[in-house]
């Protein structure tokens, strides 16, 4: 059975910097396109960052520079390391995984980033 | 810049039929943007309803149907029930894993 944990999440002060956790079971993470997608509070979703299987990746602008996405294949896990955290990066941060038709098959339960001063 | 636009509301009856779009402010939406659609309730993940334009994802119910209408893709639920009352957000698919969602349809069932 897939499942996707995510952690890590938390209280920040604009500025400061956060990593994320997806903790991926019942397949490999280094073998699917591994996604990072955000919700601010009130509002929609929105795509932030994809790991693809061989390694490249790809950013949203609002976090190209700021942000970036990795695994641990050892461990099986996702990261989003998240610097210069902004108040709008408010939001619960979900991990997903690719399908075989370009959807996101799975989605974990989400994490919450809180940035306030 | 790839702006998706869904209708921000939506109403049906119970039992009633509603279809919702997924458009691009430049462009057709067409299969080749595989484009998919996802459920929330409030507090929930979101869930994949369907997916490759018209592909239902499994454990979604068949009163659930993706198509193309025009120039947008579209979700259509016939028979709707009081637990399809959520939101409906539509993913347009633009390679390497880069998607662009739309805003969202909140849809009401009363």
């Known amino acids: 059975e897939v499942q996707l944990v995510e952690s890590g999440g938390g209280l920040m002060q604009p500025g400061e910097s956060l990593r994320l956790s997806c903790a991926a079971s019942?397949?490999?993470?280094?073998?699917?396109?591994m996604s990072w997608v955000r919700q601010a509070p009130g509002k929609g979703l929105e795509w932030v960052s994809v790991?693809?299987?061989?390694?490249?990746?790809d950013y949203a602008d609002f976090v190209k520079g700021r942000f970036t996405i990795s695994r641990d294949e050892s461990k099986n896990t996702l990261y989003l390391q998240m610097n210069s955290l902004r108040a709008e990066d408010t939001a619960v941060y979900y991990c997903?995984?690719?399908?075989?038709?370009?959807?996101?098959?799975?989605w974990g339960l989400g994490t919450l980033v809180t940035v306030s001063s | 810049q790839t702006v998706v636009t869904q209708e921000p509301s939506f109403s049906v009856s119970p039992g009633g039929t509603v279809t919702l779009t997924c458009g691009l402010t430049?462009?057709?939406?067409?299969?080749?943007?595989?484009p998919s659609w996802y459920q929330q309730t409030p507090g929930q993940p979101p869930r994949t309803l369907m997916y490759?334009?018209?592909i239902r994802s499994s454990g979604v119910p068949d009163r659930f149907s993706g198509s193309i209408l025009g120039n947008r893709a579209a979700l259509t639920i016939t028979g709707a029930q009081a637990d399809d009352e959520s939101h409906y957000y539509c993913?347009?698919?633009?390679?390497?894993?880069?998607?662009?969602f739309g805003g969202g349809t909140k849809l009401t069932v009363l």
């Open positions: 997903a995984r690719d399908g075989d038709w370009n959807q996101i098959e799975y």
């Open positions: 993913v347009i698919y633009m390679g390497r894993g880069v998607r662009v």
């Open positions: 430049s462009g057709s939406v067409s299969t080749s943007y595989y």
């Open positions: 790991l693809h299987n061989g390694g490249s990746t």
């Open positions: 019942g397949f490999t993470v280094s073998d699917k396109y």
């Open positions: 490759s334009t018209n």
